[in-house]
């Protein structure tokens, strides 16, 4: 059976860092495109960052730019989402999703590309 497990999320004072994990298990990471997408209440649901097959090809947020990094560990099967310099307007579930792609293509974040999403994990901001 395909699965994302994202973990990591918590409670964060604003200004501090957390890193969210994906694992995936029944299918290996390395011929995925991964996205991290969240929903903050009552909003829609908006990219945050994406990496590549081959790690070459991100693409972040505005928002989030500067502040957040993704990186993969294909030998791990996991990507991580590196959050610092947190604000009360991170508060969301994030999820993280699983886009089947060939090697060099760059990755979008386009939900609609994605095929296999995980369960989520909260993050609130807040002091």
């Known amino acids: 059976q395909l699965q994302l497990v994202e973990s990591g999320g918590g409670l964060v004072q604003p200004g501090g860092s957390l890193r969210l994990s994906c694992a995936a298990s029944?299918?290996?990471?390395?011929?995925?495109?991964i996205g991290w997408f969240r929903q903050a209440p009552g909003k829609e649901r908006e990219g945050v960052s994406c990496i590549s097959r081959s790690g070459n090809s991100i693409n972040s947020a505005d928002s989030v730019k500067g502040r957040f990094t993704i990186s993969r560990d294909n030998a791990k099967n996991t990507v991580y989402l590196e959050m610092t310099s947190l604000k009360p307007e991170d508060t969301a579930v994030y999820y993280c999703?699983?886009?089947?792609?060939?090697?060099?293509?760059?990755?979008?974040?386009?939900?609609?590309?994605?095929?296999?999403w995980g369960q989520g994990t909260q993050v609130t901001v807040s002091s």
């Open positions: 029944g299918f290996t990471l390395d011929y995925y495109t």
């Open positions: 999703a699983a886009d089947k792609a060939l090697l060099l293509r760059p990755c979008r974040l386009a939900q609609n590309e994605y095929d296999y």
